[in-house]
């Protein structure tokens, strides 16, 4: 049953991939990873925590000088991932090295159906074997 489930459940997270926002140019709000220079870690201290490098959330605003984005979790400089509750934070772009946008993938989805339907293939057809092979006593009538 967890199968079915963890099946029915992974193309809605395996379909997105993170493309980096070329730089000078604005990101659109939504989900996003924002990557920080050693000053945006500790501007963002008071708030996040000490050693933040990566804030993942949605982008809320974002203006000429500043991103304001909803955070959903963190990544330190120890490669550490934790999640937050919602905390709301500012981050000056001067304090900004990357922005990774969250983007629909063509590539990740068709992929992933093709597995999805290969798996359902070879589970029909492992099915299909075992029971045309079936074990009966000799010279009795199976129901």
Same mark, same amino acid.
């Given at each position: ?16 991939? !993170?493309?980096?926002? =070329?730089?000078?140019? !604005? ?38 000088? !500043? ?37 629909? !993938? ?5 992929? =992933? ?16 074997i075992a029971s045309a092979s079936g074990e009966g006593l000799p010279g009795t009538i199976q129901p």
């Open positions: 049953m967890a199968v079915v489930i963890w099946s029915a459940l992974l193309p809605l997270v395996g379909c997105y991939a !993170s493309v980096p926002v =070329l730089a000078g140019v !604005s990101p659109l709000p939504g989900d996003a990873t924002v990557v920080l220079t050693a000053a945006g870690s500790g501007a963002v201290q008071r708030a996040l925590g000490d050693g933040v490098k990566e804030i993942d959330g949605t982008i809320r605003r974002v203006t000429a000088d !500043s991103l304001e984005m909803t955070v959903s979790g963190i990544t330190t400089v120890s490669r550490e991932r934790l999640t937050q509750t919602g905390t709301t934070v500012v981050v000056e772009r001067a304090m900004i090295e990357r922005v990774d946008a969250r983007r629909f !993938s063509r590539r990740r989805s068709v992929a =992933l159906v093709a597995a999805l339907v290969a798996m359902v293939v070879v589970v029909l057809g492992a099915s299909s």
